[in-house]
């Protein structure tokens, strides 16, 4: 008998192999439903894992973090190399360091020891291209959705006329202001114009998630990363155009700049536009209305 004839699988074995591989499969497919429906816990299914017989032990880290209520595809990358855990590593196979610092994030991270009932709202950040309508889209929220609240900036310049400390901004002095830096109050900051800082206070945020309110943080890119860095289980939502073409009409049909400036925004917003994939979710700005809509739609969602 040749040496290929006699490491050949038998067909009955093969059929058997066909069979578990199927019905392994599908098991796991069942865990991730109970996962994302909330019906097993994380921490429930990262022990089942410990079972080389449980269909957890063979589940893909990759798979398990998806399941969750707090990671997208654009976060669950920065969690693995947070945690120093491969893609390829399956729950079953991590070492006890890596299911140890699994186990942290899940309680630090997640909350998955409340209910949903219990659960505070995310803070939803949207940012986009320049021109894409951020400003418009959340002034409508606040003008149409009250149970939202928006995020208050604190900045070092003087109040203008008809502004109201606390509803426009918080107006601080520039002493104020480092040491809100220092004492890491402060989610994100920049200086615009080579002049007067701005900053998002994490206090007030915090506050309105204690009471039950969801937050929309409108801000560029940038800042969105810093708040990202600062607040993992933030959730990004990215404002985009319908079309290129539709954001360069907008932009030139506002009049508000001159051809070169126009000219360098659009450069920038080719890059802008590029970025995301950084984040959960993508809303198009097709209509004010509906991109509203869409993002309070993600806004309450736990």
């Known amino acids: 008998m040749s040496a290929a004839k006699s490491s050949a699988m ?35 299914a990262l022990t089942l894992s410990t ?17 969750l209520p707090a990671v997208g595809v654009a976060k669950m990358p920065r969690i693995l190399e947070q945690l120093e855990i491969s893609d390829k590593k399956r729950l079953g196979g991590l070492g006890v360091h890596q299911r140890k610092r699994l ?7 997640l909350a998955t020891k409340g209910t949903k009932k219990d659960a505070r709202p995310r803070l939803t950040v949207l940012a986009g291209p320049t ?10 929220i606040r003008e149409h959705y009250p149970e939202i609240a928006l995020s208050v900036s604190a900045t070092t310049r003087a109040p203008r006329p008809g502004e ?22 402060l989610l994100e900051y920049a200086t615009v114009h080579n002049a007067y800082r701005y900053g998002t206070p994490r206090g007030p945020i915090e506050e309105s998630s204690r009471r039950g309110r969801p937050v929309l943080l409108e801000i560029d890119l940038q800042g969105a990363r810093q708040v990202r860095d600062a ?12 079309s290129w073409d539709e954001l360069v009409s907008r932009l030139v049909g506002r009049g508000t700049e001159s051809a070169e400036e126009q000219e ?21 700005n097709d209509t004010v209305e509906r991109a509203a809509e869409s993002v309070v739609h993600l806004m309450k969602q736990l």
């Open 131 to 140: 021109a894409v309508g951020k400003g418009t889209v959340a002034t409508y």
């Open 264 to 284: 360098r925004r659009l450069t920038t917003a080719k890059v802008e536009l590029a970025s995301q994939n950084e984040f959960d979710h993508v809303v198009i």
């Open 51 to 67: 079972d080389p017989s449980s269909a957890a032990h063979t589940l893909r880290v990759t798979d398990f973090l998806l399941c």
């Open 164 to 185: 109201v400390e606390g509803k426009h901004y918080y107006f601080v002095t520039d002493a104020e202001f480092d040491r809100m830096i220092a004492e890491g109050e």
């Open 103 to 109: 186990e942290q994030y899940l309680r630090s991270r």
């Open 231 to 242: 607040m993992p289980d933030a959730r990004l939502v990215f404002l985009a155009p319908p």
């Open 10 to 44: 038998p067909e009955v074995d093969r059929i058997a192999a066909n069979k578990a591989a199927i019905a392994a499969r599908q098991a796991r497919a069942a865990l991730k439903a109970q996962l994302r429906d909330g019906v097993l816990s994380p921490e429930d």
